[in-house]
C-alpha cells in the first residue's frame, strides 16, 4: 500500500502513545482523517464531537486525569477559530493538549476556488500564538516528523500547555517517496527543574522553626505522586495547608486541610507552591465590590514560593496575576521539591523543640479542622427542605447515593458544597475546581473518557447555562458510550452575572429587584432531561421537591454502573 504525508501523521501519533483523538470533520486535513480511518491498525481513536472547542475541552479533561495529552483536530482558519476558548482554558490550567490542524494548500494553484482562499492564513498559528506554548507549520515530511516531537516535548514539558501544529493540505497527500526515521522522545522521568539543596533545607528549616506556618497550594497535586509528598510535608510539620483546589491537592480528610483563609491569617512562615495569585491568596476581599483587600498573614511573615509558571508566559495574558513580593522565589518543578521537603522537615522536626512545637501545633490544627468541617454541616441543615432545592442539599444527597461506589467527580462544585461534604480521600476523586461557563461539561466528557474503562462511576455535575453553550456534546456522549452521570445544577440563571449586576445597581443607588433583566433562563425554561432523552441518554426530571432525590438518584446511580450508560438527572436549585 502507497504510503502518504498524513500517514506519516497518524504513525506518529502511534509512536508517541496518543490514544484517542477529538475532532469534527474538516476537508483541510480530509488526508489525515483518512489515514485515521484506514491507515494501519491500533488507533488513535476517533470522536467526533460538534465543535471544535468541545474537542479541546475534551482533551484537556482528559489531561487532568492521566496527565498525558490527548489530540484535538480543528477544521482550518474557522475551526481553529471555533476552538479558542479551549486552547486559551488549557492554557491558563495548564493542561497538556495537542492541537492539529489543517491549512491551505498553501500552493495557490492547487487551491479550489473561494473557499480554500478564505480558510488558509500565514502563519495559521498566529491566531493562537499568544496562548499556546508553541505552534508549527511543517512544510516537509522531515519537518513534520521533527515538530511532532517537538510539539509533544514543549507540551508535557512542565510547566505543561497546549500546542498547534498545521498540516498543510498538499503535504498530508502527497505520496511519501523517502520516509523519514521516527524515532520518539518523551520527558520521562520528569528530572527537570529540580531545587537547589541548600534552598530547599533553608525553606524547611523555616517551616519547622515557625510558630504558625501555612502552605498555600495552588496545581501543586497534578500529579497523584505529587499529591501524597504534600500530605506527607504537612503531616510532618503538623502544618495547615489552604487549598485552592486546582487540583487535588490535599484530601480534604486530612487533619491539615483547609478550604477558607483562617490559617493563612497571622502566618508567620508562609510556603506558596504553584500558585499563581499569591496576593489574592494572602488577602481578604472587602468592600461592596470585593475589591478592597485586607492583608492575613503577619506584617512580618517570610513568604516563600516554589513554581515554574514563571518560565512560561507572555505580556498578552496577564496569567501570573498580580505581583507579589517575596523573600525566596524558587523556580522548580514542584514533583521534585515537595518530596524532599517533606524529608527534611520530617528530619528536622525530631530535634526536642521542634518536637514539642510540632505537637502542639498538631492537636490545633486537627482541632480547628474538624470544627470546620463540623460547621460546614451544621450550615448544610440550613433550608434543608427548601423550594427550590438548596445546592447543599443536593450536595449531601448525591454524596449519600455515590456513597458505597468508587466515585470520581467533576464539574461544578455546588457553590462549594462538595468539598465541605464530600470525603475527597482518594486523588482521583476529585480533578480540580471548574473554570467557568463554557467549560464544564466539555471537560467532563474527557474525565468519563479517562475513566470508560474502569469501574469506576464518574459523577458531573454540570451548571445549566453551561451546557446550553455545549449541548452537542450529549449526542458524542452517548455516541461513545461514555458511563457518567450527569446531575444538573439547574438554577434556570446566569446567577454569577446577575449578582455583578445586584452590586452595580447597588452601588448606583439603583433597584436590585431588576438585576434578573438579561440573567434568567426560565421563559421558558429548558427541559434538560427531554434535550438528553432527544440524544439518546436515559433522564429524568426536572425535579422540583428535594424529598425525590434520594430515590431518583438511587435510580440513576444504578443504571450508569449496571448498564454503563451515561444517565442525566435535571435539579432545579435554588441560585447559590
Known sequence: MRKYGSDLVVDLMRAYGIRHVAMNPG???????????????????????????????????????????MGAIVHDVVGLMQSTMGVYTAYVDRAPVLVFGGTGPMEVAKRRPHIEWVHTAFAQGDLVRNYVKWDDQPFDHQ???????????????????????????????????????????????????????????????????????????????RRPETAAALAALADAGAIP????????????????????????????????????????????????????????????????????DLLEGNGWSPTFEKYQRVDTSVTANTAL?????????????????????VAERRTDVAEAHDRQRATYRERAR????????????????????????DWVLSGSTLAGWTPRLWDFDDWSRFTGRPLGTATQIGMGMGVALAHRDSSKLVVH????????????????????????????????????DWEHQEIVARD????????????DLDAPAPDFAAIASGFGWQATGPIHDPAELAERLAWAVKVVTQERVPVLVDVVTRHR
Open 27 to 69: 476537508a483541510s486535513y480530509r488526508g489525515l482523517h483518512d489515514s485515521l480511518v484506514n491507515w494501519g491498525s491500533g488507533g488513535p481513536e476517533m470522536i467526533i464531537c460538534t465543535n471544535e472547542k468541545i474537542c479541546v475541552n475534551m482533551a484537556h479533561g482528559y489531561a487532568r486525569v492521566t496527565g498525558e495529552p
Open 143 to 221: 519537518a513534520v516528523v521533527d515538530g511532532f516531537a517537538r510539539a509533544y516535548q514543549i507540551a508535557t514539558m512542565e510547566p505543561c500547555g497546549p500546542v498547534y501544529s498545521c498540516y498543510d493540505v498538499a503535504l498530508q497527500e502527497e505520496p511519501l517517496d523517502d520516509e523519514p526515521e521516527i524515532v520518539v522522545h518523551r520527558n520521562e522521568p520528569p528530572v527537570q527543574f529540580p531545587a537547589e539543596e541548600h534552598v530547599l533545607a533553608e525553606i524547611a528549616g523555616a517551616l519547622v522553626a515557625a510558630e504558625r506556618p501555612v502552605i498555600v497550594a495552588g496545581r501543586v497535586g
Open 241 to 308: 495547608v489552604y487549598d485552592q483546589q486546582w487540583r487535588h491537592n490535599l484530601p480534604n480528610t486530612n487533619a491539615q486541610h483547609f478550604l477558607d483563609k483562617s490559617r493563612v491569617e497571622g502566618a508567620d512562615v508562609v510556603l506558596a507552591l504553584d500558585v499563581a495569585d499569591l496576593y489574592g491568596a494572602l488577602t481578604a476581599a472587602g468592600g461592596s465590590r470585593g475589591d478592597e483587600r485586607r492583608w492575613l498573614p503577619r506584617a512580618d511573615a517570610r513568604l516563600v514560593e516554589i513554581r515554574l
Open 337 to 357: 521539591a515537595v518530596p524532599r521537603l517533606a524529608a527534611l522537615v520530617e528530619e528536622l522536626a525530631e530535634t526536642p523543640d521542634a518536637s514539642r512545637r
Open 382 to 405: 440550613e433550608g434543608w427542605d427548601d423550594t427550590p432545592i438548596s445546592t447543599a442539599r443536593l450536595a449531601g444527597e448525591l454524596r449519600d447515593a455515590v456513597r458505597d461506589h
Open 461 to 496: 455535575i454540570q451548571p445549566d447555562g453551561d451546557l446550553l453553550f455545549d449541548p452537542g456534546t450529549l449526542w458524542t456522549i452517548a455516541n461513545h458510550r461514555l458511563p457518567m452521570l450527569v446531575v444538573m445544577f439547574n438554577n434556570r440563571a446566569y446567577y454569577n
Open 508 to 519: 448606583r443607588g439603583r433597584d436590585i429587584s431588576r438585576a434578573n433583566i438579561g440573567m
